[in-house]
Nanobody
Framework: QVQLVESGGGSVQAGGSLRLSCAAY????????MGWFRQAPGQEREGVAG????????HYAGSVKGRFTISQDNAKNTMYLQMNSLRPEDTAMYYC??????????????????WGQGTQVTVSS
């Protein structure tokens, strides 16, 4: 019932920045929590950042804390991930996810009800 579409990925040199967007279609404000995950080839999905839609409490993976910022523009039904000081190890497919109600851990994929198709981020050294 809710569709998520990521955009903003691309190739960037180490130290550069990208801003990912996740547009929500349907009723995005039915979601209690939204987050970003990433997955590199041969690796498991890992939580990058998440945000409560009410109150704005955020979570970040230790590897991105201080470099990435998650935000939500309710008027545009869009969630963002501002990524600064990018490193080669940030290279991955980045996925937007939404939970009707976050009943589990924010960084656990099984906690989410909806997923986007992903947008590729490649960071070169």
């Amino acid at each position: 019932q809710v569709q998520l579409v990521e955009s903003g990925g691309g190739s960037v040199q180490a130290g550069g920045s990208l801003r990912l967007s996740c547009a929500a279609y349907g009723n995005p404000f039915s979601n209690n929590y939204m987050g970003w995950f990433r997955q590199a080839p041969g690796q498991e999905r890992e939580g990058v950042a998440g945000i409560y839609m009410t109150g704005g409490l955020t979570h970040y993976a230790g590897s991105v804390k201080g470099r990435f910022t998650i935000s939500q523009d309710n008027a545009k039904n869009t969630m963002y991930l501002q990524m600064n000081s990018l490193r080669p190890e940030d290279t991955a497919m980045y996925y937007c996810a939404a939970a009707l109600r976050l009943g589990g851990s924010w960084n656990t994929p099984q906690s989410y009800d909806y997923w986007g198709q992903g947008t590729q981020v490649t960071v070169s050294s």
